[in-house]
């Protein structure tokens, strides 16, 4: 039977996490702004779908979003033996980068069984400064494929932290935005999907514009 929550450790190890180090930065570093937190849905499976620029990005979605988000992370990191059993605890599961993995939907779509708040990035990889200019169809393939809402978020401002291919961190402020739930395609065409992703292209982008 489907769960409507994430297990109680995660939930703690989440709020740990977040309490005592994620939130603090991002409020006290990066004069966090986050706007529109109370469009989140607290119970129950969702696809979070974000833009992507930094690796920062996937603690401050989750942190924003007061709910665990379990996101795909690089299968390298799940070679490193202590590391590898943090991340699953707090909701990672591995992706093999440059090829479709079927392995990391069937995830996905396990982790909505139990619950979970699964992150997506929209456009799959990160981008110079946070616009999406390519999304792709996974995340509303994987909230078509459960019926759960997919919600829009736009983080705005770690493409200034860490660039893509920087090695030099820089306090610079971010601002989240968070978008209301949106339903899930009724049908898996790919009519139906394209039109789901614009939509939520859309929205992430219009917030991102609206910038600091």
Known sequence: MPRDRE?????WLYHLF????????????FQGRIHGAEQVPHRGGMVVVSNH???????????AVGRPVAFMAKEELFRIPVLREAIRLYGAYPVKRGAGDRQALKSALQFLDRGWATGIFLQG?????GRITDPKLGAALIAAKRQVPLLPVCIWGTHGILPK???????????????APIPPPAEGDRHSLEST????????????????
């Open 18 to 29: 977040k309490w005592s180090v994620v939130s603090p930065s991002l409020h006290v570093l």
């Open 125 to 129: 990889t990160r981008t110079a400064d």
């Open 197 to 212: 992703t614009q939509e939520c292209a859309a929205i992430i982008n219009a917030f991102h514009e609206l910038g600091r």
């Open 165 to 179: 291919g920087g090695k030099q961190l820089r306090l610079h402020p971010v601002t989240i935005r968070i978008g």
């Open 7 to 11: 297990p109680a450790i995660s939930l």
């Open 53 to 63: 620029a930094s690796d920062f990005d996937p603690p401050l979605v989750a942190s």
